[in-house]
């Protein structure tokens, strides 16, 4: 109660305090007046700024103040009333706003009020252009819209004040618009882009002042408008000269004439040119242009002066000399004029230098005489020729006289060796210029006998100088031939042995030899054989008869030959005789035997053959040549032979020593000189009987066999052999006797394998097994063996760890060698030994991060599993080890390992001091009263539960703190100018623990300076005087400033020019220096002096920038600087050569011309003319008087100086430093025509030209040079035909045409097409040149000869009689002469030919055509003489190829008749001939016997039928037996004696040929076979043909059959048809069902003879078991193969088949009561259709879907695209239990239905496919619509069947297209796949080959149809797929592994058959629907 009490008590005494407080308070003094004012600045001072009352309720004195009390004054006007006035004047630029605080004060309480007064702005700041001085320059030719210059505006005052606008008073050429697009800017405000408005030229203004106006734009308000303020400066663009103006020559045309054999360096020609840049006007260089576009000072003949442009001769020019002959006498030279350029400049040249043509003829001076080319020529004639026959020189003869013109013009005449007129001979020409090929012909006949050499001489005489040479020449003449040659005799008689090698020479009785009269070449003697002859030859010098083949003589063949022997003298004239050669036999002919191969049987062990061998053989020789001797080569202690070549046996065979087969040698000798033999074989067959029983190889030790082992583990191989040679003998079969359930052994191979598994503990140790070898033969033999098998143990327990995970703890500071734990395991095994491993290992951070280790710190004992640390631990870096410990028992058969997981932490302690992170350069700003936190220091300590403490251990001016965050802050101001640019402090962190670690680090701050002082000039110069031609940057004075600031940017001062100065003046920005910028030019002022203002201003760069501005003045004086200025610098002008002394020259129209001086007055003044300084004026030809007026000096006048002359004339002012100009005054004296053209040729040198006539139109003839010494047009001359003279108009045949490079020089072109034997051989006109003067003058003419010299124009042709031709040439010969084909004819005179094979085909009329190799390896001709030969190394093989129409091409062409034929020809290989120039020769190849016969089969297998009555014909081998030989007989026989099986069959037979062949092929029986004769009759049948005797064989078996053995059926084709193609019928059989099929008889339907009966017997491979006709058709039915490629031959059915439906045919017809029973059945038929009917509806509601789904047919797979390996499909599959008989195959693999069958039924749910290489599935409703398009796989049974990419397209995306095609590349094989869907339903095609799709819509469909399956590899997804209909959707489960089809409906086109194929618990049914 105390206590409450007590508390009420003192709540109370407090609430009448605080009353008491509240009552006594003072009252804040209140302010009430404005809190801002707006004034303007130009407001007068005492002008009010506002009133404003205070108050204090309190009633107590108040204190008014204010601050800014030097601009405003406060005044009391009433108590507590006040006013605020003005006490200076404002400036709103200067400060726009302040912050005015009243404050008022009681004595007790003070309140403060803030009044913001803000300045209104005026007008009053002139706007000025920041970018001063305004000075640009500008290249000349800039385009219009280049960029020149910004001008840049700045006005103080703000707003509409402060905005200025830019203009230019005229601008000229310039405007202000935007620099991007060149658009005129109409408003530029603040600043403006000048622009070009048009280009500029330098050599018409190069300076432009352009004004500059600034005006600010004044604001308005709704009473008054401010007035702007105007600023106008110059803008100074001084335009640049461009070097755009080449040189430009005058005096033009250069043309000049000079003699030959000027010394060298005489001047010849001077050229001038001058820069077309007159301001900057540079000197001139001059070269030559070279061919290659090099300038050079020295070419050809010809140097120029690269100064001054004169002309010379580097060498003595001789017109004589070879190298003028090829160039012709006038020269075209191009000079080039040069702007002389400084070494850095880089000039167009196309604006630098300009080029002109200078043409220098060369005249010639009559310096040489004619000259012949030889001082003595031989020639020759024929005797009794016609007068004007030419005379053959043994070389041409020539004359040469290259003098020009009439100087080269000389005669030439035959004299006889006195000097007279030859009266023999002839020259021409008479008449020659320059040069000609003298022709020599007869004025007279010679005769040989009076005399047979004449000599006479040629004289050349020159026409102008009379000089005279010669030459002498000897004319042989020939004699003729008139005599024949003469045979001693008219019959010779010669002999040579048969056997003569080739070259043997004939014996011949008499010499052999014809004799002629004439002398010299005529009297030599050819010989030669006329006539066919391939056997002799003849010597065409000696007569000497000879062979020329190798062994081509046999006296058999031909015993005489009769030869007709010519002998030809050298003229031609021919005599014959004839010669008789006997052919001597000799022994040549080897014996013949009657085969090659004898073939023979015997037992071993018996001495009698199973058929008897003879061997029958002949010798076509006679007498002891034809007698032969036989005897064996080998086995002759077992066979002989005697002379009637009966073989018979002299010791017995042994199967197992002999050979199963072996070969004896036969040998036929005859007993000729040498002997001649011949060889045979006899191949012996030696039968092996079963005398040997099997043999065991090895006997093994006791097998060995662990209890693990597999089923199917193989335990051993027992090995047998039996020493018979023949199956079945010794064919061995192995058994087991005891297997005790656990082995098995492999009848054909002896390998023994287990097949249960042993069990070492439950069952047996140990097994004995009996092993059984017996071979099959009659009877068999056997042999065993013993083997014992031991089981062994194994180790098969796994160790086992006792805990399924371990955890040990480790502290970090633990040693190494540490034990950390042991993990304990156990192995229930008897041998087993444990092994522990550390198999992984993972190690974590703190964090529970991975860290990446080099290696673990830990390690494992393998034997014990002890844990042991290996190095020191770091749990800072790794805090936690996973590890996977392994235990393996090394002792087990298999890999016996287990795994566990141990775990290690790695305890902590403190061990790491904290880490500072560094921290970078610090600032602060001087003055700053709270600059925050400076920065956030970042520690980090690895250590667990660290305390972190912050302190600074240096601290400058205590200016910093640090809290125990790390925040670093400044707590007090700084001076820089005090403390310095930098202060360092340093921080020490610890981590505030017991044994506390601690690390500190040192900061840098950067004290920042602030900009508050502005520059201060220390040196400047108020006035500069200086005189106007100062040059350019020479410095006028520098000025200097200093700024208080100590920052770098603070303290740096940059200078500018404000403003003024005209931009004639700079200042350096950094040094102060003030410079001339431009020249300082009063006279553009046109005062005598100028002073220009500027304003030079200093400003820091500080922020803010603060700057100083003082005023300089630049006082310029005039100096006289400027020399009188011509109008131009070249004046050119023109006057005539005829002009007289003191005629004035008119110069630009004007008779004075004049200078100007810009200069002022004094300098200025007066101008004064002074000439002249000679250029090329040597002459003084001109003057120049004090006016300015040129005269002509030269007295009378200016005849004979036609040319450019230059004079220079000096312009003077008055000043008192004298300036002078000058300019040059070019006068072009011109030329006045008074000379008259001469005309020369050029280059060939002579007026006689030479021309082959199929020159083309438009071949140049000659050329003519035309010279006139008149300069100019004077010197221009035109060259035309001279007409009017008959047969000499050349215009109808010529053209001229002016060259384009040579003055004056014209070319004489062919204008026609010549042809020399149809048109002329020569043409003949006149030409003359006119110059182009007034009047004009014309030259003499010029008369030139054109000769058309033959070619080889003309093609060789064959006649039409010769362009077929056929010859024989027998097969087998080699080297061969085919015949000699040298027809070929040509209209031209040359008749030389090259003859190539160009072509070949096989016969003629159809052949085929033959490859060129071919017929180059086997023919060869002689490309001159067109002999054909076969080659030396091949034979003609006329069954290869029969005849070859070879098409040969003769040739004309120079490059194949000047390199003989060798010339390489590009024709392309044809098999017809083409043209006349070809021939084609056939060459029939003749036959001879080389070839064997050869059967068709290797092997007949042949059938007698028991009970046939004998003699039935088998078959005639004539049918089946070819021989490639032509018309050769044939004979057939037997070769080894019969083979029967079984042996018995020989003696039940009881004859020795019970089956014979007839020669003519022919097989029949002998006997009749009955039924007790069984078994199969072998031998082999010879063929052999006649006369050579080659054979061929073939193997007979002949079956014994019953007629049940025989299969009869019928084929759709006729007998001859099924005669060539009864092979195929034996095929089909033997690759479908492994069955040997004998043909027995083949039968044409007679009634239908497009059907043919076949009958046939079938034995299976391998043995000797007949089938019977029932066999044979159920096994054809059976098998779908056999019975689809039967039926696809033609088969129709059998007998039985056809005979029961021919016969129900007839008696329908026949039988009345048939129609009744018709009628019947219709009725019930009709009642049966329509229940069909009902149930079909029935059906097809239920299976409607699956029917479209899966509609399957038969089908080739090349359809799909693809081949389908029959790998692909399994085995068995025509066993697939309750599959129907040629039902679709489908794979039982895996009791499953595989997606391979979906590849068979692959058509589409609707008849009509588009694509049927398109595979094309459809699906609906029933699809899953969130499908997404996968890549799938597709299964094969035996792999991966193919990987294509599906692209599903779901059925609503289609309504809004109606077709939409997706490609995708396989990815196995790149081949493209395409899918495509169509509007109204949802389709997926797939195109296997990537063709194009027919994507148009199938029908629609409304139900479910398919499912599929695919494994989506990407998403790791099963999709089943099935076959359902709409009532079963969940009927079937599906299946989420398989990936199988579940149901698949498919249909068979063929048998019109539906079928539903299930997969059901017992496996797949089908079934049919």
């Known amino acids: 109660m105390i206590h409450s009490l007590n508390g009420k008590m003192y709540k109370g005494c407090s609430l009448l305090l605080l009353f008491i407080s509240i009552g006594c308070a003072n009252e804040w003094p209140e302010y009430d007046g404005p809190s801002s004012v707006t004034i303007s600045e130009d407001e007068p001072i005492g002008a009010l700024v506002f009133n404003f009352i205070v108050d204090d309720s309190d009633g107590d004195p108040l204190t008014v103040t204010i601050n800014h009390d030097k601009k405003f004054l406060l005044t009391e006007v009433s108590s507590n009333n006040y006013k605020v006035t003005l006490k200076e004047k404002l400036d709103r630029e200067t400060t726009s706003r302040y912050n005015l605080q009243v404050t008022i004060s009681d004595g007790t309480s003070t309140t403060s009020k803030d009044v913001r007064i803000r300045l209104n702005d005026v007008n009053d700041y002139v706007p000025v252009i920041q970018n001063l001085p305004l000075k640009a320059k500008v290249k000349e030719n800039l385009p219009a819209g280049t960029f020149i210059i910004k001008i840049v505006a700045e006005d103080e005052d703000m707003g509409y004040n402060a905005a200025t606008e830019i203009f230019l008073d005229e601008p000229g050429p310039f405007y202000l618009g935007d620099p991007e697009t060149g658009e005129i800017i109409e408003h530029n405000y603040d600043e403006a882009n000048v622009l070009l408005r048009s280009p500029l030229d330098f050599e018409q203004q190069s300076l432009y002042l352009v004004k500059v106006t600034v005006k600010d734009v004044a604001g308005c308000t709704a009473s008054d408008c401010e007035p702007s303020l105007t600023t106008t400066q110059t803008l100074t663009i001084n335009v640049e000269d461009e070097q755009d103006t080449p040189p430009y020559f005058t005096g033009l045309p250069y043309i000049k004439g000079t003699e030959e054999n000027l010394p060298v360096g005489s001047p010849i020609l001077r050229v001038t040119a001058f820069d077309g840049d007159k301001s900057s006007a540079k000197d001139i260089e001059y070269y030559f242009l070279s061919t290659d576009g090099e300038l050079v000072n020295e070419i050809e003949f010809f140097a120029i002066s690269q100064l001054t442009g004169v002309i010379t001769n580097s060498k003595v020019i001789d017109t004589d000399s070879d190298e003028l002959k090829s160039h012709g006498s006038i020269y075209s030279l191009t000079v080039v004029a040069k702007e002389e350029q400084e070494s850095s400049e880089a000039v167009d040249s196309a604006l630098s230098q300009s080029t002109t043509p200078v043409s220098i003829s060369i005249f010639d001076l009559n310096d040489q005489k004619p000259t012949f080319n030889a001082n003595h020529t031989l020639g020759s004639v024929g005797e009794e020729l016609p007068v004007g026959s030419l005379v053959t020189l043994e070389s041409p003869l ?918 020399r034997e149809s048109k002329a051989k020569q043409y003949r006109f006149e030409v003359e040149g006119t110059d182009r003067g007034v009047p004009a003058r014309t030259s003499s003419r010029l008369a030139i000869t054109v000769n058309v010299d033959d070619v080889n124009d003309n093609r060789p042709f064959f006649p039409v009689d010769k362009q077929e031709v056929e010859v024989t040439v027998r097969e087998e010969q080699v080297g061969i002469a085919v015949g000699t084909f040298n027809y070929a004819q040509d209209l031209d005179e040359r008749q030389l030919f090259c003859y190539s094979i160009i072509g070949a085909r096989g016969a003629k009329g159809s052949g085929h055509a033959i490859s060129e190799s071919l017929i180059r390896d086997l023919f060869s001709i002689n490309k001159m003489t067109a002999e054909i030969k076969v080659a030396s190394d091949k034979k003609l093989d006329r069954e290869s190829q029969a005849a070859y129409v070879l098409v040969v091409q003769a040739d004309d062409s120079d490059e194949n008749i000047y390199s003989d034929c060798k010339a390489q020809q590009n024709i392309p290989w044809t098999d017809r001939r083409a043209g006349d120039d070809e021939m084609e020769i056939t060459i029939l190849v003749g036959d001879v016997d080389d070839n064997a016969p050869v059967f068709s089969h290797s092997r007949f297998n042949l059938a007698v039928i028991r009970g046939v009555a004998s003699p039935v014909s088998l078959i005639n081998l004539q049918e089946y037996v070819t021989d490639a030989d032509e018309g050769q007989d044939m004979e057939f026989s037997r070769g080894r004696q019969f083979l029967y099986t079984p042996a018995k069959l020989r003696k039940i037979l009881g004859v020795s040929e019970p089956i014979k062949i007839y020669a003519n092929g022919n097989i029949q029986t002998e006997i009749t076979f009955d039924e007790e004769m069984q078994g199969t009759l072998e031998f082999t049948a010879n063929a052999t043909s006649s006369p050579s005797g080659l054979t061929s064989q073939t193997n007979i078996k002949v079956y014994i059959i019953d007629p049940e053995n025989v299969y009869t059926f019928t ?77 696809k031959y033609g088969y129709i059915g059998t007998d039985d088949v056809i005979n029961a439906s021919s016969t129900d045919e007839e008696e329908t017809k026949s039988s009345n009561r048939v129609i009744i029973i018709a009628i019947v059945v219709a009725v019930v038929l009709l009642v049966v259709m329509l229940t069909v009917l009902i149930l079909c509806y029935v059906m097809r509601s239920r299976y409607q879907r699956k029917l479209k789904a899966a509609h399957a047919m038969a089908f080739d797979t090349h359809t799909l695209g693809f081949e389908i390996d029959q790998a692909d499909i399994p085995p068995s599959i025509n066993n697939i239990p309750g599959s129907i008989k040629n039902s679709t195959p489908v794979s039982p693999l895996d009791d499953k239905l595989s997606v391979t069958s979906l590849l068979y039924a692959h058509h589409m749910h609707h008849e009509t496919v588009h694509d049927p290489n398109c595979l094309s599935l459809s699906a609906n409703q029933g699809w899953d619509k969130d499908a997404s398009m996968n890549n799938f796989d597709w299964a094969k049974t035996n792999g991966a069947f193919d990987r294509h990419k599906f692209y599903r397209q779901s059925r609503e995306s289609h309504r809004s297209s109606n077709s939409h095609d997706d490609n995708a590349i396989d990815p196995l094989n790149g081949a493209e796949t395409r899918s495509c869907s169509s509007a109204g339903s949802n389709d997926w095609r797939l195109d296997l080959r990537g063709n194009n799709l027919d994507c148009s819509p199938p029908p629609p469909i409304t139900e479910d149809v398919i499912q599929l399956t695919f494994n989506d590899h990407h998403n790791k997804l099963n999709y089943d797929s099935k076959f359902v209909d709409s009532q079963s959707d969940n009927s079937n489960s599906t299946n989420k592994e398989d990936g199988h089809f579940n149901r698949l409906i498919m249909s068979d086109s063929v048998y019109g058959k539906i079928y539903e194929t299930r997969r059901t618990a017992n496996g797949l049914e089908t079934t049919e629907v």
């Not at 030809?568 to 006997?582: C, E, H, P, V």
């Not at 003045?1113 to 005829?1138: G, M, R």
Request: glycine letters at 6%; a negative charge.
């Open 1611 to 1687: 084929v759709a084709k006729t007998l001859s048809e099924t005669q060539t193609s009864v092979s195929e019928i034996e095929k089909i059989f033997s690759s479908h069902a492994s069955l040997n099929v004998g043909i027995i008889n083949l039968e044409a339907n007679t009634e239908k003879n497009y059907h043919t009966r076949v009958q046939l017997f079938v034995v299976p491979n391998n043995t000797d078991n007949l089938l019977t006709s029932a066999d044979i058709e159920l096994f054809v039915q059976e098998n779908a193969d056999l019975s689809d490629s039967l039926y």
């Open 398 to 1315: 020539k004359v040469a006289d290259y003098d020009q013109g009439v100087n080269g013009t000389f005669s030439l005449r035959a004299l006889s060796m006195d000097g007279n007129e030859s009266a023999w001979f002839s020259v021409s020409p008479v008449t020659v210029i320059n040069e000609a090929t003298i022709s020599i012909a007869t004025k007279q006949a010679a005769d040989y006998e009076t005399t047979s050499s004449i000599p006479f001489k040629i004289e050349a005489k020159e026409q102008k100088s009379g000089a005279v040479t010669y030459t002498y020449v000897t004319v042989n003449i020939n004699d003729n031939n008139d005599n024949a040659p003469e045979f001693g005799e008219q019959l010779y008689r010669g002999w040579i042995y048969e056997n003569s090698n080739r070259g043997a020479v004939v014996n011949i009785s008499a010499v052999l030899k014809a004799t002629d009269k004439d002398s010299r070449g005529f009297s030599t003697i050819t010989y030669s054989i006329s006539g066919g002859n391939d056997i002799f030859e003849i010597n065409s010098t000696s007569g000497v008869v000879s062979t020329k083949c190798e062994n081509c003589l046999d006296r058999e063949t031909k015993s005489t030959f009769h030869l007709n022997i010519l002998a030809a003298d050298g003229g031609g004239l021919t005599d014959s005789a004839q010669l008789i050669i006997s052919v001597m036999d000799v022994n040549d002919n080897r014996p013949k035997l009657s085969s090659a191969v004898f073939d023979g049987s015997v037992d071993e062990g018996s001495l009698v053959f199973t058929s008897p061998i003879t061997v029958q053989a002949s010798d076509e020789d006679e007498g002891r040549n034809g007698e032969i001797s036989l005897s064996m080569l080998n086995y002759t202690d077992n066979l002989a032979i005697l002379s009637n070549g009966t073989v018979y046996i002299t010791s017995p065979f042994d199967a197992e020593v002999s050979p199963k087969t072996l070969y004896a040698g036969i040998l036929a000798s005859d007993n000729g000189v040498p002997a001649q033999t011949s060889t045979a074989t006899l191949r012996l067959q030696v039968n092996d009987l079963n005398d040997n029983k099997p043999r065991f190889t090895h006997t093994p030790l006791p097998l060995r066999i662990a209890e693990n082992s597999d089923i199917g583990t193989t335990v051993y191989t027992v090995t047998a052999t039996d020493g018979d040679v023949t199956s079945p003998n010794n064919l061995i079969v192995y058994s087991l006797s005891n297997n005790f359930g656990r082995f098995s052994i492999d009848t054909a191979t002896g390998e023994i394998k287990l097949t249960a598994l042993l069990d070492k503990e439950g069952e047996f140790d140990e097994y004995t097994l009996i092993i059984l070898a017996s071979d099959q033969g009659q009877p068999s033999k056997a042999s065993q063996q013993t083997i014992v098998v031991m089981v062994t143990d194994v180790n098969d327990e796994l160790p086992k760890f006792q805990q399924q995970k371990f955890q040990f703890s480790v502290s970090e500071e633990a040693t190494v060698g540490r034990v950390i734990g042991t993990v304990q395991a156990v192995d229930r095994d008897l041998n087993s030994q444990l092994e522990f491993s550390i198999s992984q290992s993972t190690a974590y951070d703190s964090d529970g991060n991975t860290v990446n280790l080099a290696s673990i710190p830990v390690t494992i004992s393998r034997d014990q599993g002890t844990i042991t640390t290996t190095s020191s631990l770091d749990r800072e870096t790794a805090a936690k080890f996973l590890l996977k410990v392994s235990a393996k028992d090394i002792n087990g058969l298999t890999q016996q390992l287990v795994t566990v997981d141990v775990e290690i932490t790695i305890l902590d302690v403190n061990d790491n001091p904290p880490i500072i992170e560094p921290v970078g350069m610090l600032e602060v700003t001087e003055n700053s009263t709270d600059a925050g936190v400076i920065t956030r220091l970042v520690v980090s300590d690895h250590d667990q539960g660290s305390q972190l403490e912050f302190s600074l251990t240096v601290n400058p001016h205590n200016a910093f703190a640090i809290n125990n965050l790390g925040e670093l802050r400044l707590i007090d101001i700084v001076d820089r100018e005090v403390v310095g640019n930098w202060l360092n402090l340093t921080v020490l962190v610890r981590d505030g623990k017991n044994n506390a670690l601690s690390s500190s680090i040192d900061i840098a701050v950067h004290v920042k300076d602030i900009n508050d002082k502005a520059p201060r000039f220390t040196r400047f110069v108020q006035v500069v005087s200086v005189q106007e031609d100062v040059p350019v940057n020479s410095v006028l004075t520098t000025v200097a400033a200093t700024d208080a600031d100590s920052d770098f940017l603070n303290k740096q001062i940059e200078f500018r020019i404000k403003s003024g100065g005209d931009g004639k003046i700079s200042i350096d920005s950094s040094k102060g220096t003030v410079s001339v910028a431009e020249s300082l030019d009063v006279d553009i002022y046109k005062v005598a002096n100028k002073v220009l203002p500027l304003t030079i201003e200093a400003c820091d760069l500080g922020l803010p920038k603060l700057c100083t501005n003082r005023v300089m003045a630049i006082n310029i004086t005039d100096v006289n600087d400027n020399k009188p200025t011509f109008s131009a610098d070249v004046y050119s002008t023109k006057i005539s050569e005829i002009a007289k002394k003191g005629d004035k020259v008119a110069v630009e129209g004007n008779y004075q011309i004049e200078a100007v001086d810009i200069d002022s007055t004094p300098n200025g003044g007066e101008v004064i003319y002074t000439c002249c300084e000679p250029s090329n004026d040597t002459l003084n030809l001109f003057t120049v008087n004090a006016k300015g007026e040129v005269t002509v000096a030269r007295d009378p006048d200016l005849l004979g100086h036609v040319g450019v002359y230059s004079l220079t004339i000096t312009a003077q002012n008055s000043g008192g430093a004298k300036e002078t100009g000058s300019a040059k005054v070019v006068v072009n004296v011109e030329d006045f025509n008074d000379n008259t053209p001469e005309l020369r040729v050029l280059n060939n040198r002579s007026t006689t030209v030479h021309r082959p006539e199929n020159s083309p139109q438009g071949t140049t003839l000659i050329s003519i040079q035309a010279t006139d010494k008149d300069e100019g047009d004077n010197s221009v001359v035109d060259l035309n035909f001279v007409k009017g003279i008959p047969g000499m108009d050349g215009s109808r045949y010529f053209l001229i045409e002016r060259s384009q490079s040579q003055h004056n020089t014209f070319i004489i072109k062919q204008n026609i097409l010549f042809d």
